[in-house]
């Protein structure tokens, strides 16, 4: 069963407060890191790749400077994990596909060059579902994470991986992606904290696009104080990033300062928690959360997301079309692995067939099934003939989704709900059926759809001992407020500080 154990690798400003006064170096705190990754690998399956010799390396050089009293950036000396979807340019970028195994980039995504700016460093990449595509790491061709808590089952997805690889106490902060879901889910079954920014508010640049405009990078963490410093490091305008907004960075440590939530509105949609297949954890740990803001002074107040229902029909239109565009780069040719000979012998298919056929055998070896199947709903919804009855229409009941959440944020602060429907489900439980599968996304898609913030905060456990997760969702560009509301739930609770059993870095 699950207990509180204070550890080095559960705060990430424990660990800069400790390489600041000099009571820990940062080869000893990288040390720890790469101890624990040996020590849970094995059993949680988090990274794809594991950087030992660089981040030695990057250690030493903060233990130079820090010695010799040079400046240091604020992160220095702080391990992190990246997402196998963001580019680095000195270990592989494979978004866990053989279409990209053997890939290493010849630059550092915008938010990885940031992090690396702030003095992080980046301990390796975690596991993902193949190209951001899934919601239990189950598709990914490098193997299946399991979850710490108990590993006969998901930790989500599609970052699970860089979910797994904090509740295994690997890394303090991990960077994931949220394309639907896919920070917040995986947060909420493995019991951290997750934090999908505004879009735009991180540069996509060097993130290897899903689906254009609706992923966005984010930091992962146990507490919000850890996700508020990851946050600060990675936010801010980038022009080669044409999607990035030109908007001034707070301060976001000091926005969770003292957080006061008196007077605070918070607006509870409860139609979506009452509805069929809502485990009664999930509704507990939402009715607790609301009962504590309440007691913290904020204001409860029904509100109604008239287009609610249509949040993961409309998603399941727009991103599948997407991906059908910004995955047909890896056709064997220009990107991308390329089919070669076959075990019989036979000369390379590049060379014996005609160029279609090279392609079509290239992306069947290259690609798994889900990412198949979304690939061909998505050319089928743009198909002629098909365009304006799926992708146009999605995009005119995706203008009324946004439509709902700016007429609620003039009523309210901010939007409380659940994350997922149910806890972690076992692992092959749901992987043959994708409807079940994308019904994970039913909390979750909302806030993509609309561009707008959301957190999940860990919101206590099931009879089984699994996570559970609360969400919280705020207007475009208000991280302060909603990472401020995050750290006055984990200030009136305990459930961000419970750990599974077997938490190993010490």
Request: glycine share 10%.
């Amino acid at each position: 069963m699950p207990g509180i154990l204070p550890n080095m690798l559960d705060s990430t400003s424990t660990i800069l407060e400790l390489l600041e006064s000099g009571d820990a170096t940062a080869k000893e705190v990288t040390e720890t890191a790469l101890r624990a990754i040996g020590a849970t690998e094995p059993t949680h399956k988090s990274y794809t790749h594991v950087s030992y010799d660089a981040a030695l390396q990057a250690a030493a050089k903060v233990d130079e400077d820090r010695k010799a009293g040079r400046p240091l950036p604020p992160l220095a000396g702080l391990p992190v994990a990246i997402k196998d979807v963001l580019c680095t340019s000195d270990m592989p970028t494979t978004c866990s596909s053989n279409m990209l195994r053997n890939f290493t980039p010849p630059y550092d995504a915008t938010v990885v060059a940031k992090l690396k700016q702030a003095g992080a460093i980046v301990i390796g990449k975690t596991n993902m579902d193949e190209f951001a595509m899934g919601a239990s790491t189950e598709t990914s061709a490098m193997g299946v994470t399991r979850n710490p808590w108990d590993t006969d089952r998901t930790p989500g997805g599609s970052s699970g991986g860089a979910a797994a690889a904090v509740a295994s106490g690997t890394v303090p902060l991990s960077i994931g992606t949220d394309t639907g879901g896919s920070i917040r889910q995986p947060a909420a079954f493995c019991g951290i904290t997750g934090l999908k920014p505004t879009y735009g508010r991180c540069s996509r640049y060097g993130l290897v696009a899903f689906a254009s405009s609706l992923d966005q990078a984010g930091p992962m963490g146990w507490a919000v104080s850890d996700v508020a410093i990851g946050l600060q490091a990675m936010a801010g305008y980038d022009p080669a990033d044409s999607t990035s907004v030109d908007h001034e960075v707070p301060d976001y440590r000091a926005a969770i300062t003292d957080p006061d939530m008196k007077g605070v509105r918070i607006g509870v949609l409860r139609s979506a928690v009452d509805q069929e297949g809502v485990t009664p954890a999930i509704r507990t740990a939402f009715a607790e959360a609301e009962k504590v803001y309440r007691d913290l002074g904020a204001e409860i107040v029904e509100i109604d997301l008239e287009h609610s229902p249509y949040w993961v029909p409309t998603y399941y239109v727009i991103a599948p079309c997407e991906a059908s565009s910004n995955l047909s780069r890896f056709d064997g040719a220009h990107y991308g692995y390329r089919h070669e000979a076959g075990a019989s012998g036979e000369a390379a298919l590049e060379n014996t067939q005609p160029l279609e056929a090279m392609y079509r055998s290239s992306r069947a070896a290259g690609f798994g099934s889900e990412v198949k199947r979304r690939i061909m709903v998505g050319t089928y919804a743009l198909s002629e003939g098909y365009y304006d009855a799926y992708y146009n229409q999605a995009l005119k009941v995706r203008r009324l989704i946004r439509g709902d959440y700016d007429a609620a944020f003039e009523k309210v602060d901010l939007i409380l709900g659940p994350v997922t429907p149910s806890p972690a489900f076992r692992l092959g439980e749901n992987i043959d059926d994708p409807i079940s599968m994308y019904l994970c996304d039913l909390f979750t898609v909302g806030a993509n759809l609309a561009g707008v913030p959301a957190i999940s905060l860990p919101g206590g456990t099931n009879d089984d001992g699994l996570p559970v997760g609360v969400q919280l969702q705020a207007p475009v560009m208000q991280e302060c407020k909603l990472l401020a509301a995050g750290a006055a739930f984990q200030s009136a609770t305990s459930h961000h500080q419970q750990r599974p059993e077997g938490f190993v870095a010490t």
